[in-house]
C-alpha cells in the first residue's frame, strides 16, 4: 500500500523517523487541497490549492502506526487519492481550521515564506 505525506513526516522533518521502513517513491502534487499550518505540524483540507508532498510504499505495520499518530481523537481521516504510483492514502484534517495560517505555496517545507492568515 501507498501513503503520502506532505508535512512532518517528509524526508528530514521532525517526524521522518516513522517512516524509516517505507520504500520511497517519489515527489508528487495534489490539487485540490489547501495546507494549514497547525504547529509543529500541518494539515490538509479540501480547496482550491496544491499541496506538495511525497510517495511511500509502507507495510500494514507502519500504516497502523501511523493512524495511532494521525487519527487519534479524530483529528485527521484518510482518504484514498490517486497518484502517479497508484492509489494512496492521504490524512485529511478534520478539526477547525479558524485562526489558523494556510500555507499559500503550499508546501511544508517553505512554510515561513508565505503564509496567508
Same mark, same amino acid.
Not at 490517486?82 to 512554510?111: E, F, H, M, N
Given at each position: 500500500?501507498? /501513503?503520502?505525506? !506532505?508535512? +512532518?513526516?517528509?524526508? $528530514?522533518?521532525?517526524? +521522518? @523517523?516513522?517512516?524509516?521502513?517505507?520504500?520511497?517513491?517519489?515527489? @508528487?502534487?495534489?490539487? &485540490?487541497?489547501?495546507?494549514?499550518?497547525? &504547529? @509543529?505540524?500541518?494539515?490538509?483540507?479540501?480547496?482550491?490549492?496544491? %499541496?506538495?508532498? =511525497?510517495? !511511500?510504499?509502507?507495510?500494514?505495520?507502519?500504516?497502523? =502506526?501511523?493512524?495511532?499518530?494521525?487519527? $487519534?481523537?479524530? =483529528?485527521? $481521516?484518510?482518504?484514498?487519492?490517486?497518484?502517479?504510483?497508484?492509489?494512496?492514502?492521504?490524512? %485529511?484534517?478534520?478539526?477547525? /481550521?479558524?485562526?489558523?495560517?494556510?500555507?499559500? +505555496? &503550499?508546501?511544508?517545507? $517553505?512554510?515561513?515564506?508565505?503564509? =496567508?492568515?
Amino acid at each position: 500500500m501507498r /501513503i503520502i505525506v !506532505y508535512g +512532518s513526516l517528509r524526508r $528530514k522533518q521532525g517526524n +521522518s @523517523h516513522w517512516m524509516t521502513n517505507a520504500q520511497w517513491l517519489g515527489d @508528487h502534487q495534489i490539487d &485540490g487541497f489547501d495546507l494549514y499550518n497547525l &504547529g @509543529h505540524y500541518p494539515g490538509v483540507v479540501a480547496g482550491t490549492g496544491t %499541496v506538495y508532498c =511525497e510517495v !511511500y510504499r509502507i507495510d500494514a505495520s507502519t500504516l497502523a =502506526e501511523l493512524d495511532a499518530l494521525r487519527c $487519534k481523537n479524530g =483529528e485527521y $481521516k484518510r482518504q484514498l487519492t490517486q497518484t502517479p504510483y497508484g492509489s494512496a492514502w492521504l490524512y %485529511v484534517y478534520q478539526r477547525s /481550521i479558524a485562526g489558523r495560517d494556510r500555507i499559500a +505555496s &503550499g508546501d511544508w517545507l $517553505k512554510r515561513d515564506d508565505n503564509q =496567508e492568515a
